[in-house]
């Protein structure tokens, strides 16, 4: 117990603590969150000025983009003026903050696409009754559900892991993240690694069954149809949905797979990029590439702005 220490800050190791070597972490994180925020708000600005795409699929997908940019902010921009000023400090308010808007961020993101499977084993395995049975009551109901869900889950984690007292303040990390603030906890916390573990399996094992049952039931019915085209159009509605799950599960399981290391020369970084930039990264992209309607509600605003542009040209030379 002498060991325990008031802690008013912690220090973020992050990458190396070379100069040169942090504007290269600065610059390349500038371009990794400035490709989040273009990608993630581009999906918001087309579902939102696209009437095609207000049905309850897209809307959720516009929660999904909501969700992907607060994950990033909460982590990405304070590493980015940690490195531009080369300071390692965040304060112990910042660090709860960060720790819970990130777990809250990110476990929001595992239920909606929890939603979305459902929402799609009903367009396709019932899709006389989808527009009764996805009402946008029952949509804003199931949002607001994986809104508080990610809430309670991260307020228990967060909870649970600021109640330990610390005897050092040096995170070998580039974020607050639960691995490492347990490291450094002057109690035994292995019980609590048990608890976090077993409720992180259970709940992500629960939406992970239902995602997976849902789309055997999917195939199973899209098998059946009899058209080509149907069977195309339900496929290119569900694959880039199944590629965003596995994304995030892939990751996040290999991430956290791999024990942390007190090396100062570690993957854990590197690792927590993986489930921390790479799907929100990749998610505006897969359903940008993979789905016709968001494509074409792209190429129409491109063309709308190049006409504008065009009209606007025509009226200067006049």
């Known amino acids: 117990m002498s060991n325990i220490t008031i802690i008013d800050n912690f220090l973020l190791m992050g990458f190396s603590g070379d100069q040169e070597w942090q504007f290269l972490h600065f610059v390349i994180f500038l371009a990794i969150y400035l490709a989040i925020l273009m ?14 795409l207000h049905t309850p699929m897209y809307f959720f997908l516009v929660n999904l983009s909501v969700l992907d940019v607060g994950s990033t902010t909460v982590i990405i921009p304070k590493s980015m003026a940690n490195s531009l000023m080369n300071i390692k400090l965040i ?18 993101d595992f239920f909606f696409l929890t939603v979305m499977a459902y929402d799609r084993y009903v367009a396709i395995c019932h899709p006389l009754h989808y527009s009764s049975m996805m009402t946008w009551s029952s949509c804003i109901w199931m949002a607001s559900g994986a809104w508080m869900a990610g809430f309670l889950y991260a307020a228990l984690n967060t909870g649970t892991v600021f109640s330990l007292p610390f005897c050092s303040n040096v995170i070998h990390q580039f974020f607050c993240e639960i691995p490492h603030l347990l490291k450094i906890s002057c109690s035994d916390s292995y019980l609590t690694e048990i608890w976090a573990l077993l409720l992180s399996f259970t709940i992500g094992l629960g939406c992970f069954v239902f995602i997976i049952m849902s789309y055997v039931q999917i195939f199973t019915a899209v098998l059946r149809m009899p058209s080509m085209a149907n069977r195309q159009k339900a496929f290119s509605t569900c694959i880039p949905h199944i590629t965003v799950i596995s994304i995030l599960v892939s990751t996040a399981i290999f991430t956290h797979l791999i024990p942390t290391s007190d090396s100062e020369y570690n993957l854990d970084q590197v690792l927590a990029l993986l489930y921390t930039v790479v799907p929100p990264l990749l998610n505006p992209i897969i359903y940008s590439m993979r789905n016709k309607d968001v494509k074409t509600a792209l190429w129409n605003l491109l063309g709308f702005i190049l006409a504008k542009k065009n009209k606007n040209m025509a009226l200067i030379l006049l």
Request: aromatic fraction near 12%.
């Open 91 to 108: 304060s112990y308010s910042q660090c709860v903050t960060q720790l819970f808007l990130f777990i809250h961020f990110l476990s929001s």
């Open 39 to 52: 990608g993630n708000l581009l999906i918001i600005i087309l579902v939102a000025i696209n009437s095609h």
